[in-house]
Protein backbone atom coordinates (compact mmCIF):
# COMPACT_ATOMS: atom_id res chain seq x y z
CA UNK A 1 0.00 0.00 0.00
CA UNK A 2 1.36 3.61 -1.01
CA UNK A 3 2.00 6.67 0.53
CA UNK A 4 1.43 9.28 -1.83
CA UNK A 5 3.19 13.07 -0.82
CA UNK A 6 1.64 16.29 -2.82
CA UNK A 7 4.08 18.91 -2.28
CA UNK A 8 2.22 22.18 -2.79
CA UNK A 9 -1.17 20.85 -1.66
CA UNK A 10 -2.97 24.36 -1.46
CA UNK A 11 -2.83 23.83 -5.01
CA UNK A 12 -6.23 24.40 -5.92
CA UNK A 13 -5.85 22.02 -8.68
CA UNK A 14 -5.39 19.53 -6.08
CA UNK A 15 -9.03 17.96 -5.99
CA UNK A 16 -7.85 16.74 -9.65
CA UNK A 17 -5.62 14.85 -8.05
CA UNK A 18 -7.80 13.37 -5.59
CA UNK A 19 -10.53 12.89 -7.86
CA UNK A 20 -7.91 11.01 -9.81
CA UNK A 21 -6.44 8.60 -7.07
CA UNK A 22 -10.43 8.08 -6.44
CA UNK A 23 -10.63 6.70 -9.70
CA UNK A 24 -7.79 4.19 -9.57
CA UNK A 25 -7.89 2.87 -6.49
CA UNK A 26 -8.17 -0.65 -7.74
CA UNK A 27 -4.66 -0.13 -9.76
CA UNK A 28 -3.21 2.29 -6.69
CA UNK A 29 -3.70 0.92 -3.56
CA UNK A 30 -3.37 4.03 -1.28
CA UNK A 31 -2.59 3.96 2.52
CA UNK A 32 -1.56 7.58 3.63
CA UNK A 33 -1.95 10.99 1.27
CA UNK A 34 0.63 13.49 2.81
CA UNK A 35 0.09 17.23 2.10
CA UNK A 36 2.57 19.79 1.94
CA UNK A 37 2.61 23.13 1.80
CA UNK A 38 4.41 26.44 4.08
CA UNK A 39 2.96 28.71 6.24
CA UNK A 40 1.52 30.66 3.58
CA UNK A 41 -0.26 27.98 2.07
CA UNK A 42 -1.55 26.50 5.39
CA UNK A 43 -4.97 27.86 5.18
CA UNK A 44 -5.48 26.63 1.31
CA UNK A 45 -3.99 23.57 2.35
CA UNK A 46 -6.86 22.93 5.74
CA UNK A 47 -9.63 23.78 2.72
CA UNK A 48 -8.35 21.24 0.26
CA UNK A 49 -7.51 18.37 3.13
CA UNK A 50 -10.96 18.85 4.06
CA UNK A 51 -12.73 18.35 1.09
CA UNK A 52 -9.87 15.67 0.12
CA UNK A 53 -11.29 13.96 3.20
CA UNK A 54 -15.01 14.38 1.97
CA UNK A 55 -14.57 13.27 -1.36
CA UNK A 56 -12.23 9.74 0.15
CA UNK A 57 -15.19 9.15 2.62
CA UNK A 58 -17.75 9.62 -0.27
CA UNK A 59 -15.72 6.97 -2.45
CA UNK A 60 -15.90 4.78 0.62
CA UNK A 61 -11.97 4.55 0.99
CA UNK A 62 -10.10 4.27 3.77
CA UNK A 63 -7.45 6.52 3.48
CA UNK A 64 -5.67 8.91 5.70
CA UNK A 65 -5.03 12.44 5.07
CA UNK A 66 -2.35 14.52 6.89
CA UNK A 67 -1.59 17.95 6.62
CA UNK A 68 1.87 18.90 7.43
CA UNK A 69 4.39 21.80 7.17
CA UNK A 70 7.09 19.65 8.34
CA UNK A 71 8.21 18.42 4.38
CA UNK A 72 10.96 16.09 6.42
CA UNK A 73 8.51 13.84 8.08
CA UNK A 74 6.03 13.64 4.70
CA UNK A 75 8.82 12.54 2.68
CA UNK A 76 9.73 9.58 5.12
CA UNK A 77 9.44 6.52 3.24
CA UNK A 78 7.17 7.86 0.11
CA UNK A 79 6.49 6.04 -2.76
CA UNK A 80 5.26 8.86 -4.89
CA UNK A 81 5.84 12.64 -4.45
CA UNK A 82 4.12 14.96 -6.89
CA UNK A 83 5.18 18.24 -6.50
CA UNK A 84 3.17 21.17 -7.40
CA UNK A 85 4.60 23.85 -5.35
CA UNK A 86 4.25 27.92 -7.05
CA UNK A 87 7.80 29.66 -5.32
CA UNK A 88 6.04 33.20 -4.33
CA UNK A 89 2.55 31.98 -4.87
CA UNK A 90 0.34 33.68 -7.16
CA UNK A 91 1.78 37.29 -6.19
CA UNK A 92 4.96 36.30 -7.65
CA UNK A 93 4.04 35.61 -11.01
CA UNK A 94 1.90 38.48 -11.33
CA UNK A 95 5.01 40.52 -10.88
CA UNK A 96 6.59 38.61 -13.32
CA UNK A 97 4.15 39.40 -15.52
CA UNK A 98 4.23 42.75 -14.84
CA UNK A 99 7.85 43.47 -14.90
CA UNK A 100 8.18 41.98 -18.67
CA UNK A 101 5.34 43.49 -19.74
CA UNK A 102 7.00 47.11 -18.42
CA UNK A 103 10.22 46.60 -20.41
CA UNK A 104 7.99 45.77 -23.66
CA UNK A 105 8.14 41.79 -23.29
CA UNK A 106 5.77 39.32 -23.00
CA UNK A 107 4.45 38.74 -19.46
CA UNK A 108 4.06 34.56 -19.20
CA UNK A 109 4.49 32.28 -16.31
CA UNK A 110 6.60 29.79 -18.14
CA UNK A 111 8.17 31.42 -21.41
CA UNK A 112 10.19 34.47 -21.46
CA UNK A 113 11.63 36.69 -19.08
CA UNK A 114 8.75 35.29 -16.34
CA UNK A 115 9.87 31.51 -17.14
CA UNK A 116 13.54 32.71 -16.23
CA UNK A 117 12.22 34.00 -13.24
CA UNK A 118 9.81 31.38 -12.22
CA UNK A 119 12.94 28.82 -12.63
CA UNK A 120 15.38 31.14 -10.71
CA UNK A 121 12.74 31.12 -7.91
CA UNK A 122 12.21 27.45 -8.04
CA UNK A 123 14.73 25.65 -8.96
CA UNK A 124 17.25 25.85 -5.74
CA UNK A 125 13.83 24.64 -4.06
CA UNK A 126 13.39 21.64 -5.99
CA UNK A 127 16.72 20.57 -6.02
CA UNK A 128 16.74 20.81 -1.88
CA UNK A 129 13.29 18.82 -2.27
CA UNK A 130 15.08 16.18 -4.40
CA UNK A 131 18.20 16.39 -2.02
CA UNK A 132 15.64 15.47 0.82
CA UNK A 133 14.57 12.73 -0.91
CA UNK A 134 18.03 10.89 -1.70
CA UNK A 135 17.89 10.30 2.19
CA UNK A 136 14.31 10.06 2.88
CA UNK A 137 12.81 7.81 0.18
CA UNK A 138 15.62 6.99 -2.03
CA UNK A 139 13.64 4.51 -4.28
CA UNK A 140 10.41 6.55 -4.60
CA UNK A 141 9.22 8.52 -7.55
CA UNK A 142 8.85 12.30 -8.23
CA UNK A 143 5.98 13.21 -10.28
CA UNK A 144 7.13 17.02 -11.19
CA UNK A 145 4.11 19.55 -11.99
CA UNK A 146 6.03 22.15 -10.71
CA UNK A 147 6.77 24.97 -13.30
CA UNK A 148 8.83 25.13 -15.77
CA UNK A 149 7.96 21.61 -15.80
CA UNK A 150 10.78 21.28 -17.88
CA UNK A 151 13.82 22.92 -16.17
CA UNK A 152 12.96 21.84 -13.40
CA UNK A 153 13.10 18.08 -14.23
CA UNK A 154 16.20 18.70 -15.81
CA UNK A 155 17.64 20.42 -13.23
CA UNK A 156 16.74 17.23 -10.72
CA UNK A 157 18.26 14.35 -13.45
CA UNK A 158 20.88 16.43 -13.80
CA UNK A 159 21.78 17.11 -9.65
CA UNK A 160 20.14 14.67 -7.74
CA UNK A 161 19.66 10.77 -7.71
CA UNK A 162 16.49 10.97 -7.78
CA UNK A 163 14.00 9.17 -10.62
CA UNK A 164 12.05 12.58 -11.78
CA UNK A 165 9.40 12.42 -14.53
CA UNK A 166 8.44 15.51 -15.57
CA UNK A 167 4.47 16.63 -16.69
CA UNK A 168 2.32 18.89 -18.10
CA UNK A 169 -1.39 18.47 -19.06
CA UNK A 170 -0.75 20.33 -22.64
CA UNK A 171 -0.03 17.02 -24.51
CA UNK A 172 -3.24 15.52 -22.65
CA UNK A 173 -5.20 18.56 -24.12
CA UNK A 174 -4.01 17.75 -27.09
CA UNK A 175 -4.84 14.00 -27.42
CA UNK A 176 -7.57 14.60 -25.94
CA UNK A 177 -8.27 17.67 -29.01
CA UNK A 178 -7.48 15.04 -31.24
CA UNK A 179 -9.42 12.11 -30.45
CA UNK A 180 -12.68 15.14 -30.56
CA UNK A 181 -11.39 15.77 -34.28
CA UNK A 182 -11.04 12.37 -35.30
CA UNK A 183 -15.21 11.48 -34.36
CA UNK A 184 -14.66 10.65 -30.68
CA UNK A 185 -12.56 7.59 -31.34
CA UNK A 186 -9.18 7.08 -29.08
CA UNK A 187 -7.89 4.33 -31.26
CA UNK A 188 -4.96 6.05 -32.24
CA UNK A 189 -1.07 7.00 -31.56
CA UNK A 190 0.16 10.94 -31.31
CA UNK A 191 3.50 11.15 -31.02
CA UNK A 192 4.96 14.42 -29.68
CA UNK A 193 8.21 15.60 -29.59
CA UNK A 194 10.03 18.87 -28.08
CA UNK A 195 10.47 20.48 -24.80
CA UNK A 196 7.89 21.22 -22.50
CA UNK A 197 5.36 23.88 -23.82
CA UNK A 198 7.66 23.46 -27.01
CA UNK A 199 6.71 20.72 -28.39
CA UNK A 200 5.10 19.42 -31.56
CA UNK A 201 2.77 16.78 -32.06
CA UNK A 202 4.73 14.64 -34.86
CA UNK A 203 2.22 12.05 -36.10
CA UNK A 204 -1.39 10.33 -35.50
CA UNK A 205 -1.29 7.04 -36.72
CA UNK A 206 -4.61 5.29 -36.93
CA UNK A 207 -5.27 2.22 -38.38
CA UNK A 208 -1.38 2.04 -40.30
CA UNK A 209 -2.18 5.85 -41.34
CA UNK A 210 -0.75 8.95 -40.23
CA UNK A 211 -3.69 11.66 -39.48
CA UNK A 212 -1.65 14.08 -39.24
CA UNK A 213 -2.44 16.12 -42.51
CA UNK A 214 -6.56 15.33 -41.93
CA UNK A 215 -6.44 16.94 -38.22
CA UNK A 216 -3.98 19.84 -39.35
CA UNK A 217 -7.21 20.47 -41.69
CA UNK A 218 -9.98 20.30 -39.22
CA UNK A 219 -7.56 22.55 -37.29
CA UNK A 220 -7.22 25.28 -40.69
CA UNK A 221 -11.10 25.36 -41.16
CA UNK A 222 -11.34 27.07 -37.60
CA UNK A 223 -12.00 24.04 -35.60
CA UNK A 224 -8.90 23.92 -32.85
CA UNK A 225 -9.83 21.88 -28.96
CA UNK A 226 -6.40 22.01 -28.38
CA UNK A 227 -5.73 24.84 -26.87
CA UNK A 228 -5.53 25.35 -23.16
CA UNK A 229 -8.22 27.63 -21.07
CA UNK A 230 -5.32 29.83 -20.26
CA UNK A 231 -3.98 30.13 -23.94
CA UNK A 232 -6.97 32.91 -25.97
CA UNK A 233 -8.21 31.57 -28.76
CA UNK A 234 -6.75 32.07 -31.73
CA UNK A 235 -5.82 30.97 -35.36
CA UNK A 236 -2.80 29.80 -37.06
CA UNK A 237 -2.49 31.15 -40.78
CA UNK A 238 -2.73 28.17 -42.74
CA UNK A 239 0.66 27.65 -44.32
CA UNK A 240 1.84 27.36 -40.64
CA UNK A 241 0.49 23.99 -40.29
CA UNK A 242 0.81 22.76 -43.93
CA UNK A 243 4.07 24.09 -44.10
CA UNK A 244 5.26 22.71 -40.74
CA UNK A 245 3.71 19.25 -41.37
CA UNK A 246 3.52 19.47 -37.43
CA UNK A 247 1.00 20.33 -35.22
CA UNK A 248 2.93 23.06 -32.65
CA UNK A 249 1.06 23.23 -29.75
CA UNK A 250 -0.50 26.54 -28.31
CA UNK A 251 2.51 27.93 -26.36
CA UNK A 252 4.41 27.97 -29.93
CA UNK A 253 2.04 30.97 -30.57
CA UNK A 254 4.71 32.86 -27.90
CA UNK A 255 7.37 32.18 -30.30
CA UNK A 256 5.27 32.26 -34.00
CA UNK A 257 2.76 35.11 -33.10
CA UNK A 258 5.23 37.17 -30.54
CA UNK A 259 4.04 40.35 -31.71
CA UNK A 260 -0.10 39.56 -31.37
CA UNK A 261 0.21 38.02 -28.46
CA UNK A 262 2.11 40.91 -26.58
CA UNK A 263 -0.56 43.62 -28.15
CA UNK A 264 -3.11 40.98 -26.50
CA UNK A 265 -1.40 40.70 -23.11
CA UNK A 266 -0.86 44.65 -22.60
CA UNK A 267 -5.09 45.09 -23.76
CA UNK A 268 -5.43 42.33 -20.91
CA UNK A 269 -3.43 43.90 -18.49
CA UNK A 270 -5.19 47.45 -19.06
CA UNK A 271 -8.65 45.83 -18.76
CA UNK A 272 -9.17 42.44 -16.74
CA UNK A 273 -5.83 42.21 -15.77
CA UNK A 274 -2.87 39.85 -16.69
CA UNK A 275 -3.44 35.91 -16.51
CA UNK A 276 -2.06 36.11 -12.89
CA UNK A 277 -4.54 38.37 -11.99
CA UNK A 278 -7.58 36.68 -13.42
CA UNK A 279 -6.41 33.34 -12.07
CA UNK A 280 -6.26 35.03 -8.27
CA UNK A 281 -9.50 36.01 -8.82
CA UNK A 282 -10.89 32.55 -10.14
CA UNK A 283 -8.64 30.77 -7.14
CA UNK A 284 -10.13 32.96 -4.23
CA UNK A 285 -14.34 31.83 -5.98
CA UNK A 286 -12.88 27.95 -6.05
CA UNK A 287 -11.67 28.46 -2.66
CA UNK A 288 -15.16 29.53 -1.04
CA UNK A 289 -16.63 26.35 -3.32
CA UNK A 290 -14.22 24.11 -1.72
CA UNK A 291 -14.97 25.44 1.60
CA UNK A 292 -18.68 23.97 1.12
CA UNK A 293 -18.82 21.02 4.05
CA UNK A 294 -21.55 19.74 2.02
CA UNK A 295 -19.10 19.76 -1.50
CA UNK A 296 -17.43 16.39 -1.73
CA UNK A 297 -16.27 16.08 -5.58
CA UNK A 298 -14.31 18.27 -7.74
CA UNK A 299 -16.39 21.18 -8.71
CA UNK A 300 -17.06 21.99 -12.60
CA UNK A 301 -15.38 25.59 -11.75
CA UNK A 302 -12.23 23.70 -12.23
CA UNK A 303 -12.15 23.33 -15.62
CA UNK A 304 -11.77 27.85 -15.92
CA UNK A 305 -8.29 27.02 -15.10
CA UNK A 306 -5.60 26.37 -17.61
CA UNK A 307 -4.03 22.95 -15.83
CA UNK A 308 -7.17 21.30 -16.56
CA UNK A 309 -7.39 17.37 -16.75
CA UNK A 310 -3.22 17.46 -14.79
CA UNK A 311 -4.59 14.81 -12.40
CA UNK A 312 -5.18 12.01 -15.70
CA UNK A 313 -1.56 13.05 -16.06
CA UNK A 314 -0.69 12.64 -12.92
CA UNK A 315 -2.63 9.60 -11.35
CA UNK A 316 -2.66 7.56 -15.03
CA UNK A 317 1.82 8.01 -15.27
CA UNK A 318 1.69 6.79 -11.43
CA UNK A 319 -0.48 3.76 -12.48
CA UNK A 320 1.75 3.21 -15.08
CA UNK A 321 5.18 3.17 -13.53
CA UNK A 322 3.17 1.17 -10.63
CA UNK A 323 1.47 -1.37 -12.73
CA UNK A 324 4.06 -1.62 -15.02
CA UNK A 325 1.77 -0.60 -17.96
CA UNK A 326 3.96 -0.26 -21.18
CA UNK A 327 1.36 2.66 -22.55
CA UNK A 328 2.52 5.09 -24.47
CA UNK A 329 2.41 8.69 -22.37
CA UNK A 330 3.90 11.92 -23.19
CA UNK A 331 6.76 12.87 -20.53
CA UNK A 332 9.53 15.27 -19.68
CA UNK A 333 12.46 12.32 -19.20
CA UNK A 334 16.19 12.16 -20.42
CA UNK A 335 16.34 12.42 -24.55
CA UNK A 336 18.91 9.55 -25.37
CA UNK A 337 18.56 9.73 -29.35
CA UNK A 338 14.55 10.21 -29.38
CA UNK A 339 15.24 13.83 -30.61
CA UNK A 340 18.20 13.67 -33.08
CA UNK A 341 20.58 17.03 -32.39
CA UNK A 342 19.63 17.35 -28.77
CA UNK A 343 22.14 15.80 -26.05
CA UNK A 344 21.19 12.59 -24.94
CA UNK A 345 21.47 13.68 -21.12
CA UNK A 346 18.85 16.33 -21.73
CA UNK A 347 15.88 16.66 -20.60
CA UNK A 348 12.94 16.52 -23.84
CA UNK A 349 9.25 15.92 -23.75
CA UNK A 350 8.56 12.92 -26.07
CA UNK A 351 6.07 10.22 -26.21
CA UNK A 352 7.54 7.51 -23.98
CA UNK A 353 6.09 4.15 -23.16
CA UNK A 354 5.79 4.17 -19.54
CA UNK A 355 7.22 0.93 -17.33
CA UNK A 356 8.28 -0.15 -13.83
CA UNK A 357 11.54 1.18 -14.98
CA UNK A 358 10.71 4.59 -16.59
CA UNK A 359 9.92 6.04 -19.57
CA UNK A 360 11.63 4.94 -22.46
CA UNK A 361 11.39 7.44 -25.42
CA UNK A 362 10.36 6.96 -28.57
CA UNK A 363 12.40 7.92 -31.26
CA UNK A 364 11.26 10.94 -33.85
CA UNK A 365 11.85 11.60 -37.36
CA UNK A 366 14.42 14.40 -37.82
CA UNK A 367 13.05 17.87 -36.99
CA UNK A 368 13.57 20.01 -40.39
CA UNK A 369 16.48 22.08 -39.74
CA UNK A 370 15.03 25.15 -38.81
CA UNK A 371 12.69 23.84 -35.64
CA UNK A 372 15.83 22.04 -34.66
CA UNK A 373 17.68 25.18 -34.69
CA UNK A 374 14.82 26.62 -32.56
CA UNK A 375 14.60 23.70 -29.93
CA UNK A 376 18.60 23.69 -29.86
CA UNK A 377 18.11 27.42 -29.01
CA UNK A 378 15.65 26.82 -26.28
CA UNK A 379 17.82 24.00 -24.60
CA UNK A 380 20.85 25.86 -24.30
CA UNK A 381 18.65 28.92 -22.70
CA UNK A 382 17.36 26.45 -20.58
CA UNK A 383 20.27 24.70 -19.70
CA UNK A 384 21.96 28.42 -18.92
CA UNK A 385 18.79 29.41 -16.66
CA UNK A 386 19.15 26.76 -14.70
CA UNK A 387 22.82 27.62 -13.89
CA UNK A 388 22.16 30.75 -13.11
CA UNK A 389 19.49 29.66 -11.09
CA UNK A 390 21.72 27.80 -9.01
CA UNK A 391 25.26 29.89 -9.09
CA UNK A 392 23.23 33.66 -8.93
CA UNK A 393 25.76 34.70 -11.95
CA UNK A 394 24.13 37.32 -13.11
CA UNK A 395 26.62 37.01 -16.39
CA UNK A 396 25.14 33.37 -17.12
CA UNK A 397 21.51 35.20 -16.50
CA UNK A 398 22.53 37.30 -19.00
CA UNK A 399 23.92 34.85 -21.46
CA UNK A 400 20.22 32.82 -21.19
CA UNK A 401 18.17 35.46 -21.77
CA UNK A 402 20.09 37.01 -24.70
CA UNK A 403 19.41 33.65 -26.44
CA UNK A 404 15.55 33.79 -25.94
CA UNK A 405 13.02 34.87 -28.76
CA UNK A 406 10.87 36.46 -26.81
CA UNK A 407 13.44 38.41 -24.39
CA UNK A 408 15.21 41.84 -25.77
CA UNK A 409 18.38 42.73 -25.17
CA UNK A 410 20.73 45.87 -24.81
CA UNK A 411 19.92 48.84 -21.97
CA UNK A 412 15.82 47.10 -21.38
CA UNK A 413 17.04 43.68 -20.62
CA UNK A 414 19.95 45.09 -18.43
CA UNK A 415 17.10 46.85 -16.51
CA UNK A 416 14.88 43.69 -16.85
CA UNK A 417 16.91 41.63 -14.99
CA UNK A 418 17.57 44.40 -12.68
CA UNK A 419 14.66 45.11 -11.84
CA UNK A 420 13.57 40.80 -12.07
CA UNK A 421 16.63 40.42 -9.11
CA UNK A 422 15.33 43.11 -7.24
CA UNK A 423 11.34 42.64 -6.93
CA UNK A 424 12.94 38.46 -6.14
CA UNK A 425 15.40 39.41 -4.01
CA UNK A 426 14.26 37.17 -0.83
CA UNK A 427 12.61 34.57 -3.54
CA UNK A 428 15.58 33.79 -5.78
CA UNK A 429 17.95 32.43 -3.05
CA UNK A 430 21.10 32.55 -5.62
CA UNK A 431 21.19 36.16 -6.35
P1 LIG B 1 -0.57 27.94 -6.30
O1 LIG B 1 -0.16 29.36 -6.38
O2 LIG B 1 -1.87 27.60 -5.75
O3 LIG B 1 0.58 27.15 -5.52
C1 LIG B 1 0.38 25.88 -4.98
C2 LIG B 1 0.85 25.84 -3.56
O4 LIG B 1 2.28 25.87 -3.48
C3 LIG B 1 0.38 27.03 -2.72
O5 LIG B 1 -0.54 26.58 -1.73
C4 LIG B 1 1.65 27.57 -2.11
O6 LIG B 1 1.49 28.00 -0.76
C5 LIG B 1 2.58 26.38 -2.22
N1 LIG B 1 4.00 26.63 -2.06
C6 LIG B 1 4.71 27.72 -2.41
N2 LIG B 1 6.01 27.53 -2.11
C7 LIG B 1 6.12 26.28 -1.57
C8 LIG B 1 7.20 25.50 -1.07
N3 LIG B 1 8.45 25.97 -1.05
N4 LIG B 1 6.94 24.26 -0.59
C9 LIG B 1 5.69 23.77 -0.59
N5 LIG B 1 4.62 24.46 -1.04
C10 LIG B 1 4.84 25.71 -1.54
O7 LIG B 1 -0.29 27.36 -7.74
P2 LIG B 1 -1.21 26.62 -8.82
O8 LIG B 1 -1.64 27.61 -9.79
O9 LIG B 1 -2.20 25.78 -8.19
O10 LIG B 1 -0.10 25.74 -9.51
C11 LIG B 1 0.77 24.92 -8.77
C12 LIG B 1 2.01 24.58 -9.56
O11 LIG B 1 1.69 23.64 -10.57
C13 LIG B 1 2.64 25.76 -10.29
O12 LIG B 1 4.04 25.59 -10.35
C14 LIG B 1 2.04 25.67 -11.65
O13 LIG B 1 2.79 26.33 -12.61
C15 LIG B 1 2.05 24.17 -11.83
N6 LIG B 1 1.14 23.61 -12.83
C16 LIG B 1 1.74 22.94 -13.82
C17 LIG B 1 1.00 22.34 -14.80
C18 LIG B 1 1.76 21.66 -15.89
O14 LIG B 1 1.25 21.51 -16.97
N7 LIG B 1 3.00 21.26 -15.65
C19 LIG B 1 -0.39 22.39 -14.76
C20 LIG B 1 -1.00 23.08 -13.71
C21 LIG B 1 -0.21 23.68 -12.74
C1 LIG C 1 -1.47 24.83 -18.70
C2 LIG C 1 -0.01 24.56 -18.63
C3 LIG C 1 0.46 24.63 -17.24
C4 LIG C 1 0.12 25.95 -16.63
C5 LIG C 1 -1.36 26.22 -16.76
C6 LIG C 1 -1.66 27.65 -16.37
O1 LIG C 1 -1.80 24.95 -19.99
O2 LIG C 1 0.31 23.31 -19.14
O3 LIG C 1 1.82 24.39 -17.21
O4 LIG C 1 0.47 25.95 -15.27
O5 LIG C 1 -1.81 26.03 -18.04
O6 LIG C 1 -3.02 27.77 -16.10
P1 LIG C 1 -3.57 28.98 -15.25
O7 LIG C 1 -5.01 28.72 -15.10
O8 LIG C 1 -2.80 28.98 -13.97
O9 LIG C 1 -3.25 30.19 -16.07
MN1 LIG D 1 2.36 22.74 -18.64
Not at 61 to 77: I, K, N, P, Q, Y
Request: some cysteine.
Amino acid sequence: ELKVVIIGAGSSYTPELIEGLINRTAELPLRELWMVDIEDGREKMAIIANLARRMLKKAGLDVSVHETLDRRAALTGADYVCSQFRAGCLDARISDERIALKFGMIGQETNGLGGFANACRTIPIALEIAREMETLCPDAWLLNFTNPSGMVTEAILRHTTIKAVGLCNVPVIMQKGVTKLLGGSSDFIMQVAGLNHFIFARQILQNGMDKLDDVIDEIIAGNDPLVPRNIPPFTWPAHVLKGLRMIPCAYLRYYYMKDDILKQEIGEANGEGTRGEVVKALEHELFEIYKNPELAEKPQALEGRGGQYYSEAACELMSAIHNDKRIIMHVNTRNNGAINGLPDDCAVEVSSVITRSGPLPLNVAAFPEDTLRLLQLMKSFEQLTIEAAITGNRHTAWRALVLNPLITSGTLLEQALEAVIEENKELMSAF
